[in-house]
């Protein structure tokens, strides 16, 4: 840092603002926003920070400094992009491709519609991002949506109902079924979950359901009941903001020292399966690029060779399939367990050449385990997967790596193996509910697709069905084919379905 530069440095504001960097040719090379411009712009020259390559370069080039303080947030968020737009600096690369970033955004009206934009304006709506994952944040909305109604895209004058107000998602504003200070609450308590209250809410409305309960007031209890629920199903949906992403970045670059990684883990592979005590089995793989879902890439596997309760063996046979295929290769791979047991079965990968470095994340201590090999040719780094002696509790080749439990390499491991832990059992439900169908009336004579549809729809479930009795089912489809189905299961040696629940390798 030239002495020009660091005199600037100690006397900037502690205001929000925009910070522009020079190179020696006076071009600018970047441009920044802040909420406090005097600590964003000095974490740019602290040593003890690890920064990303292209951080660094950055660091290289700066040769001066200028800014504009803003008296908001939002107003330098709105100048930085301005700015960027105008003079398009070669280090702001992430705006320059920006159509997967989005802003939540609330007009200043009486019945506001929030929505969402590419691009802020200065209109004096409330934003709120901008977010990375666009799925995820659309997907927030219209849970919200489900507990907090706002209106829809149309005449606020219209003579009739919207679809939504019969689907109990708009209050109705253009039919006047709803008063401004009670469409008002309803916003502002979006706008209190977006500004990171969603605890805070849940415990109001915890206090509100009890009361309505205490007075028997069970319909107004109820709906309380239901906020809660939907508040705790958004939570499990995580939304990135962009300030968000440098952390991922430290979590990649925290992994690749933590675990010895030649290369930075910008394609993470993770595998995990579900099953009842071995049918049903499924296996599901999922991809994280640059610490973000890559769902366009996941993949389902059914397990075809592995018969019995067997999680180790089945994993094994699905990372052989998924190697077989000629898809871009992962710079790492996890397995959901510890001790790596998935993959100790070496004839497996008999053949296979995978120059991958490979761990397992078990759940109980967040541990991770990897393998010291003993040869020199062709994986984990230096090995092929048929080379490893696969190391046990008692062999001194066998490495446990714990990380702190804040680390943000950890917090990016738990994600992984989360999402590939829910993705497993989204395909096992699937496939469990299709083959249960399928195996549990098609082979009746004389029972149809209509009269299955029926019962399903009545009982939920080809279990249920079973444990109905023959009356209870004749009310739905008659006598003579309740018979039918009654005398069918009887006859069968045992039933074939295990009870609707599941389990996984957990």
Known sequence: ????????????????????????????????????????????????????????????????????????????????????????????????????????????????????????????????????????????????????????????????????????????????????????????????????????????????????????????????????????????????????????????????????????????????????????????????????PAKENYRKFKVKKIKGPDDPAMIGEIIKRRFEKDWELPQLIVVDGGKLDPLERKNEFKGLKINIPLIGLAKRFEEIYTVIPTKVEGSLGKFTLSEVEWARDDNPRFKKIILPKNSESLYLLQRIRDEAHRFAITYFRETHKKEARKSGLDDISGIGPKTKKKLLKEFGSIVKIKEASESKIAKIIGEKKAKIIKLSFRAAESWPFPPDSESSSE
């Open 1 to 292: 840092m030239n002495t020009t530069l660091a005199k600037k440095i100690k006397i900037l504001p502690k205001t929000s603002g925009v910070y522009l960097y020079r190179d020696k040719n006076k071009r600018i090379i970047y441009v920044g926003k802040a909420v406090n411009l005097k600590s964003r712009v000095s974490s740019y020259f602290q040593k003890t920070l690890n920064y990303l390559p292209k951080t660094v370069q950055l660091i290289k080039e700066i040769e001066s400094l200028e800014w504009i303080e803003t008296e908001s947030e939002v107003g330098a968020l709105l100048l930085e992009s301005e700015l960027i737009k105008r003079y398009q600096p070669k280090f702001n690369v992430e705006w320059r491709d920006n159509k997967n970033y989005l802003f939540l955004k609330i007009p200043k009206e009486d019945f506001p519609m929030p929505g969402f934009v590419r691009y802020p304006s200065d209109d004096k709506a409330t934003y709120f991002g901008p977010y990375i994952d666009a799925t995820a944040v659309r997907q927030v909305l219209k849970l919200l949506r489900k507990s907090f109604p706002f209106r829809s895209k149309g005449d606020l004058k219209a003579k009739k109902a919207c679809l939504y107000y019969h689907l109990r998602q708009c209050p109705g504003v253009c039919i006047e079924a709803i008063s401004k200070s009670d469409y008002q609450k309803n916003i502002r308590k979006i706008i209190q979950f977006f500004e990171g209250k969603s605890e805070k809410m849940k415990k109001e409305f915890e206090k509100e359901m009890k009361k309505a309960a205490r007075e028997k007031n069970f319909e107004k209890a109820a709906y309380f009941r239901n906020v809660i629920f939907n508040l705790e199903r958004i939570d499990q949906i995580h939304i990135l903001k962009k300030e968000d992403f440098s952390k991922t970045d430290h979590a990649l670059y925290g992994l690749q020292k933590e675990l010895g990684l030649k290369k930075v883990p910008r394609r993470i592979e993770c595998y995990d399966i579900s099953n009842i005590q071995g049918k049903y089995a499924v296996g599901s793989m999922v991809v994280f690029e640059n610490g973000l």
